[in-house]
């Protein structure tokens, strides 16, 4: 069936330092969405990528939409105590509903 | 802002035990999902509806069953719990369009014994 693949599944940065988290999916998207999950909590939508290509910038987040909408990333430049969390990419299968990558775990060194 | 509401945060069951978890939500929304969350496998869809009295099963909905007799309101239901079903249940809806982001509840963490 349809898979969401995403990579890795953890990242320890230093604080400052950039994280990257990558979505691979098995079909062809009409979309693709990410969700952020702080510890203790419960995923939290962040955006939305309709587009081939498309680029989309919150601040010091970048999300990535691939020119086969296959594949879609999420950057996050210098890294602050407020990141840490796990990050999902989820697309829609043939009947509408979300399928989710495993998520990236993003964990700050002390 | 939209509100989704969990009975339970946290909940232990013996084995063998019928299970109701309960969600509503306050903005109307058509659709909701169950979903249980488990280190390494993500979100894994278990019931949806999308729409009073419809349901439609999921990815994994072995052992569980859902009611939806309010448009605001969506129980899963574990008919006999087993350990297996240890996990966290997330609940979510979203107004009508698949491109629609999902709301989330809190989540309920759930042990059987």
């Known amino acids: 069936g349809q898979q969401v693949m995403q990579i890795p599944q953890y990242q320890h940065v230093q604080e400052g330092e950039d994280f990257t988290t990558y979505c691979n999916s098995s079909?062809?998207?009409?979309?693709i969405q990410w969700y952020k999950q702080r510890p203790g909590g419960h995923p939290v939508f962040l955006i939305q990528?309709?587009?081939s290509g498309e680029v989309k910038k919150q601040k010091r987040l970048t999300f990535q939409f691939g020119e086969a909408k296959k594949n879609s990333s999420l950057h996050i430049t210098a890294t602050q105590t407020t990141d840490v969390g796990t990050y999902f990419c989820?697309?829609?299968?043939?009947?509408?509903?979300?399928?989710w990558g495993a998520g990236t775990k993003l964990i700050i060194k002390p | 802002d939209v509100k989704v509401t969990q009975s339970s945060r946290y909940l232990v069951k013996r084995t063998g035990e019928k299970v109701f978890l309960e969600c509503v939500q306050d903005m109307d929304h058509e659709n909701m999902f169950w979903y249980r969350q488990d280190p390494g496998l993500g979100l894994r869809l278990i019931y949806f509806?999308?729409?009073?009295?419809?349901?439609e099963k999921g990815d994994i909905p072995e052992g569980y069953s859902v009611s939806r007799e309010k448009k605001e309101r969506f129980s899963l239901i574990l008919e006999s719990a087993s350990t297996n079903q240890t996990s966290m249940y997330l609940c979510a809806s979203r107004t009508t369009g698949s491109s629609q982001p999902q709301h989330f509840g809190d989540g309920t963490r759930l042990s059987i014994l």
């Open positions: 990528l309709v587009k």
């Open positions: 509806s999308y729409d009073v009295k419809m349901k």
């Open positions: 079909t062809t998207l009409s979309n």
């Open positions: 989820a697309g829609p299968d043939s009947n509408y509903q979300l399928i």
